[in-house]
């Protein structure tokens, strides 16, 4: 089954015929409008006529201006899932453009960021040439945390041309106050959607077929105290009333007693058939014909809403075509009460029979809901079960878990399908110890299925069973991995391995990666690989592109320790090029492509290409990123930075990457704090970075192991720094012995990266001692295994100690030309590159890639190409080119850069 987007949670309410006109509120609403204000807040108790206000405000705005945009979006308690709120939110944009969201980014789950989504929209809507206005009606149901982060977040970042209108019975948990100080709140309350006198006059008289003295209209306003379902109840009582002035005298007290009253005077002067369909109907939150004949058992009952309307019944229309409507929220409370009182034992029964046409009509979501309201729990289990597939992929994981939490566990116990997506909300939440249990029970579940010959429930999806064995062992590698039990991941995902069906790519790739993770992790890095082949082979087999892409980071993760740089940059070379194939919008994964490449380049001393990528990464934004992905930007730039000789600037980017940093599957093989440390360590800040080793308790002599080998190698980085400090500390012996160890474990795990980097602090250890010649046989090393792979910045990092080295590699004539190499890139660190101060606005890296490639005999679309953006992006960037250097043609941009030494 699959969870359609409800069409009327986005309709735009009709505006009620008999609606008394508020030019008054109106005008409130449309100068807040036209000052450009962001939230426009409607707040007061229900029966107030907020929806009705916003209603006839939309109405009068769209009058106003023919091209205005309206997105409307009535929420319920089901929209505090997170997911399901986003893909609401969006639907309701589209309704005002449907170009809007059209590329918003996948959230992955456990949901920590709304940002990479949000940002999307937000983007989209602000390239819209309109005014659009997005409705949120209702707001007092949301109550999650981070739907209101997410809420709190577009307010923040709106667009001029997005006006927020809420409407909701109490004040929302928003940043009103600050709004407010800011002058970007229109608020209107209470007191001002209260009737007045006039208004409650005119109200009357369009309700009631008889001319109400003005001492009764004053009496009636002032006891309901302008408050509009009260007068609207009252209205409705008197018809045909004889005494009208000792009715209206006649009732006194707080609205929930007038409520009570008016209403129990309303039911008790209908019909007796009109009486039974309310009653029957109250437990419905959207009624429609066809829904309101199998709940009562009667036919006409299209008819009896449209009727309903007419009389002025608190039925109110949700959709043009008068389809579909709702109860009055007052007035539904108030005939559920009734039903609960007179008919005890109809309400379960009711509910059953909801719940059976919203699940004959593909409504799982209500079926699910009025099968646990009528305490069904084995069928709200058995509509679950089928719609696990289509939550999961629509991610709405936090409305799966809350009808979990309500079945009784000893239901869940029997249904394998729900015990292990029970088993896998615990993993995420962080319950590790109930992990096991669950899928320990689903397994017998599903043995105890396997034994009957048959599925024990035939409604749970066939492909979800059938898959379960697969799905099972995949959470248990899972498992071992979160408890460091790295024997276990392997056994566990080889299991899984061996149960996938052939069409089950999605599986196998699963299955294929933790294997990968858990040969990462022990640094059998030749397995990780082809594990992670055999991943992409899958991803790709099952469409999922955003995916695939990503697993390129994870090649290039294993290919760079190794030392195999020219296959990682082919790597995100190819993945470059598969997603500028892809058009508008980039896929997901793009920015952080474009990241990793950057690292690469980097090291190849191309710092101007490394920025380029970056603010290309930067430009697509996180809608083209992973979430986990985030602080690798950080971490990019940080290193750049470093290179040109800004060590502060450095570490303030690794504090945001680390503030960013999310634990995930993938081993932590290079830490932000260890690499913090190394520049501790290079500014002098020795003290700092001991305080840093203390805490991760390592030190030179501890057991090995491949996730502890860049820590290890950062202490013996402390050591050699600590000896050139002070000599007679002592230690620079357990520098070089630690040295000698990490060389041996590096050589055995065929991990040439590290290998190059031990043999550079080998010979750095010997020079400290004042042993130039003993230094030159690992230097001599380092350069025959780097320059293939085209090492640079391995080299300038290390700085004037490197220079010595290097001088006295020069003197034996150890490749000449490469050495020449690293002492130019030793020469120039610490140059920033920065556009000329002859130009009234300096060229950014990325524009003077662009300018450099312009030069060039490449084509515009070859240049595209080469820089992995589309044409029109090209054209972009050489407008703006064009118009800082003062010229109107590539020629004469290259001859114009020429003559300023840009190229």
Known sequence: MAMPVLATKLFIPRLRSG?????????????????????????????????TLLTEWIADAQRRDPLLRVGWLSLDESDNDPSRFLTYLTNALQRADPAIGAGAAVLTLPVTSFEPALTGL?????QRPQTIILVLDDLQVIEAPEVRDALVFLL????????????????????VARLRAGDELTELRAADLRFTADEAAAFLTEMVDLQLSADDIAALESRTEGWIAGLQLAALSMRERSDVSGFIHGFTGSNRFVIDYLAEEVLQRQPEQVRAFLLRTSILDRLTGPLCDAVTGEAGSSEMLASLERENLFVIALDDRRHWYRYHHLFADVLRARLRADKPDRVAELHRLASAWHEQNDLPEEAITHALAAGDSERAATVIEATVPSVRQSRQDATLLGWLKLLPDDVIRRRPVLGVYCAWSAFVSGDVEAVEPRLSDAERALAARNDDGEPTHRSAAGAELRKLPVTIAVYRAALAQAQGNVSGMKEHAGRALDLTLPDDHLGRGAAAGLLGLASWADGDLDAALRAFAEVRTSLRLAGNLADMLATTLVLADLLTPMGRLREAESAFAQGLQLASEQGEPPPQSTADLHTGISELLRERDELPAARAHLQVSEELGERASLPENRYRWFVAMARVREAEGHQHAALDLLATAERLYRRGFFPEARPIAAMRARLWITQGRLTDARAWADEHGLSAEDELTYLSEF????????????HRADPHEGTIGSAIRLLDRLLAAAEAGRRTGVVLEILLLQALAEEAQGRIPAALPSLHRALTLAEPEGYLRLFADEGEPMSALLRAAAETGTRPEYVRRIGRALRTSGAGTTGPPTLPEPLSERELHVLRLLATELTGPQIARELYVSLNTLRTHSRHIFG????????????RATQLGLI
């Not at 006109?21 to 006529?49: M, N, T």
């Not at 937000?122 to 602000?126: C, M, P, T």
């Not at 970042?157 to 928003?174: F, K, M, T």
């Open 156 to 175: 923040e970042h709106l667009p001029q041309n997005l006006h927020v209108a809420v409407a909701s019975r109490s004040d929302p948990l928003l940043p």
């Open 122 to 126: 937000i983007n989209d809507v602000a």
């Open 19 to 51: 609606a008394v006109p508020r030019p008054r509120l109106v005008e409130r609403l449309q100068e807040g409008l036209r000052a450009g204000r962001k939230l426009l807040l409607i707040s007061a108790p229900a029966g107030f006529g907020k929806t």
């Open 711 to 722: 820590g290890h190698i950062t202490v013996a980085r402390l050591l050699i720094a600590q």
């Open 884 to 895: 800082k250097l003062d010229v109107n043609s590539r020629s004469a941009a290259v001859s």
